[in-house]
């Protein structure tokens, strides 16, 4: 069975930080790209950071500089940094993986809540 457990979320006041975590276990396949999306109250849900097999990063605009995304492929896991946090990060936070079977798998969600 294919589990993507996420854990690092929580409160935080503006300008803290905190480290998301995601680690991907029944997968029998091998695994491309991982990130993050997150989907803030009421809005859609939006991609935050990529990250390529290699170590290759992408970032949205309005985390650049504030976040980094890193990938530990022997444990399968992908991690997220974020820095100076702001309230509008505050959303549930989803990993993902993309796996060489042409499919994605999904965390379930972590909330992340930025008080001002």
């Known amino acids: 069975q294919v589990q993507l457990v996420e854990s690092g979320g929580g409160l935080v006041q503006a300008g803290g930080s905190l480290r998301l975590s995601c680690a991907a276990s029944?997968?029998?396949?091998?695994?491309?790209?991982m990130g993050w999306y997150r989907q803030p109250p009421g809005k859609q849900r939006e991609l935050v950071a990529t990250i390529t097999s290699v170590g290759r990063s992408n970032y949205a605009d309005s985390v650049k500089g504030r976040f980094s995304i890193s990938r530990d492929n022997t444990k399968r896991s992908v991690y997220l940094q974020m820095n100076s946090l702001k309230p509008e990060d505050t959303a549930v936070y989803y990993c993902?993986?993309?796996?060489?079977?042409?499919?994605?798998?999904w965390g379930q969600g972590t909330q992340v809540t930025v008080s001002s």
């Open positions: 029944g997968i029998i396949f091998s695994i491309n790209n």
């Open positions: 993902y993986v993309d796996a060489s079977n042409v499919r994605r798998y």
